[in-house]
């Protein structure tokens, strides 16, 4: 079975600041496919961003980019310029490429501040 | 791009009673349809997908059951809930294997 850790449950950062949220994985395969989720309060949830594990190059998308150590099986998010609308549950997730099962971690919850 | 309508909202059900939480998807066709659990502390654990009509596959021993009449429709249910099936369900969709999932807008489910 694959699994996801995020060990941190919850995370604050002033408003403009950069924070990171860590994510590591555990598997015996080589291809697979790596993303992170956001869930606002009370609000659907959302791919934030998505990285295959081939590819070397960190994917980035806006703000938001990520830090992916294939030897290390670690995938974290750095998200820059934190904005009170990052305020959400962010949840780091799995899939086996060709595969049709995602796997979740259990989730860090970020508070911007004001 | 995909919709996802799932209904209850709020469920609130006493313990023995049956359950049934329905997920509908427009503007794709033949989607991976997936339903999740999400509790506190635990992340979304996953208890069912289906690649098409009728096809189910269980993730988890448990006390709940998935169908799949049509092909963007999804069903979760119980004949009798437990108390520990209290919690928030996802249900979700993927239209190719390099995915995103897509995801509903849940379903909250409380059991007395």
């Known amino acids: 079975a694959q699994t996801v850790t995020q060990s941190q449950p919850e995370m604050s950062v002033q408003e403009a600041e950069t924070v990171t949220l860590s994510c590591t994985y555990d598997?015996?395969?080589?291809?697979?496919?790596l993303f992170w989720y956001k869930q606002p309060p009370s609000r659907q949830m959302i791919l934030v961003i998505r990285?295959?594990?081939?590819?070397?190059q960190n994917a980035t998308e806006n703000r938001f980019s990520v830090n992916f150590q294939k030897a290390a099986k670690s995938f974290s998010l750095k998200i820059s310029d934190s904005q009170l609308g990052d305020t959400a549950m962010y949840f780091c997730?799995?899939?086996?490429?060709?595969?049709?099962?995602?796997?979740f971690g259990t989730g860090t919850s970020l508070t911007v501040i004001p | 791009s995909q919709t996802i309508h799932q209904w209850p909202a709020t469920l609130v059900q006493p313990v023995g009673s049956p359950l049934s939480l329905e997920c509908t998807v427009e503007?794709?066709?033949?989607?991976?349809l997936y339903w999740y659990r999400q509790a506190a502390g635990r992340g979304l654990q996953l208890l069912f997908y289906?690649?098409?009509?009728?096809?189910i596959s269980s993730e988890v021993p448990q006390n709940l059951s998935a169908s799949r009449p049509q092909d963007r429709q999804f069903i979760l249910s119980s004949k009798k809930l437990l108390l520990s099936d209290s919690g928030f369900y996802l249900c979700?969709?993927?239209?190719?294997?390099?995915?995103?999932?897509?995801f509903g807008e849940g379903s909250r489910l409380t059991v007395l």
């Open positions: 997730a799995f899939m086996k490429t060709y595969r049709i099962q995602f796997y």
């Open positions: 598997t015996s395969e080589n291809n697979y496919y």
């Open positions: 990285q295959e594990a081939y590819k070397q």
């Open positions: 503007g794709t066709s033949n989607p991976n």
């Open positions: 289906s690649v098409g009509i009728g096809q």
């Open positions: 979700a969709c993927s239209t190719s294997n390099t995915g995103e999932l897509f």
